[in-house]
């Protein structure tokens, strides 16, 4: 497994912008497509986006897509998720996870074997 923290959450009004890192330790970090999850209360856990291990596929949840981007620095064992236009129903707890299998089921967070502990992430109206 692969050691994940996350870090770039805060308080944005909606419109902002804000972008989240997701620093990666142990395990070749080169290896594993990776995937941004977020959480808000009383709400399950929901797919936002994915790359591949090289960067050159990205599969983002209709309620981000235009907004959102996610982006990989393997030479830095980084992931990003760069967040535009956000809203107040972005408000969520975000979480980063390595995908093992670049599964075809990337939105499901079972496919994931390493979490990052969580960034939140609010917007005022």
């Known amino acids: 497994q692969v050691q994940l923290v996350e870090s770039g959450g805060g308080l944005v009004q909606a419109g902002g912008s804000l972008r989240l890192s997701c620093a990666a330790s142990?395990?070749?970090?080169?290896?594993?497509?990776m995937g941004w999850f977020r959480q808000a209360p009383g709400k399950e856990r929901e797919f936002v986006a994915h790359?591949?291990?090289?960067?050159?596929?990205?599969y983002y949840a209709a309620s981000v897509k235009g907004r959102f981007t996610i982006s990989r620095d393997n030479a830095k064992n980084t992931m990003y998720l760069q967040m535009n236009s956000l809203k107040p129903e972005d408000t969520a707890v975000y979480y980063c996870?390595?995908?093992?299998?670049?599964?075809?089921?990337?939105?499901?967070?079972?496919?994931?074997?390493?979490w990052g502990q969580g960034t939140q992430v609010t917007v005022s109206s």
């Open positions: 996870a390595a995908d093992p299998n670049f599964s075809e089921s990337y939105y499901d967070a079972y496919e994931y074997d390493s």
């Open positions: 790359i591949s291990w090289n960067g050159g596929i990205t």
């Open positions: 142990g395990r070749t970090f080169s290896r594993y497509a």
